[in-house]
């Protein structure tokens, strides 16, 4: 097996993506489920740029498409999909969460101007 440059450099950057992670994990700066799902994403980006072809095949064969690259591609069309998903619902709760929060400081300043009064 022949190693390419990409092969190289993509799992040291990995590796360095999960120590960071694992860093910001120590500080209290990423959560435990941030910090498994990041780790888990970059070790399966470094193992992929260590056997492309071998994974991709397998990804083409799981879904029962003939070449390995349209594979690829839509499996990561379905990963981008899900994750805006998911975006789009982490967006939604953290707008409710502004709208209650902007509606108790309104209601505990017209509680202040109700007793000064």
Request: a positive charge; aromatic letters at 18%; one cysteine or more.
């Amino acid at each position: 097996m022949k190693l390419e440059v990409y092969q190289i450099i993509v799992p040291l950057a990995s590796l360095g993506f999960v120590f960071n992670l694992f860093r910001r994990f120590l500080k209290s700066k990423a959560s435990w489920q941030e910090a498994a799902l990041g780790a888990a994403f970059w070790m399966s980006v470094g193992i992929f740029a260590l056997f492309p072809d071998a994974i991709s095949k397998a990804i083409a064969n799981f879904f029962g498409i003939k070449s390995n690259i349209n594979a690829i591609i839509f499996f990561c069309l379905g990963l981008i999909f899900f994750f805006q998903y998911k975006l789009f619902f982490m967006l939604k709760k953290n707008q409710m969460a502004t709208t209650e929060l902007a509606r108790k400081i309104t209601l505990q300043q017209a509680e202040k101007e109700d007793l000064q009064s």
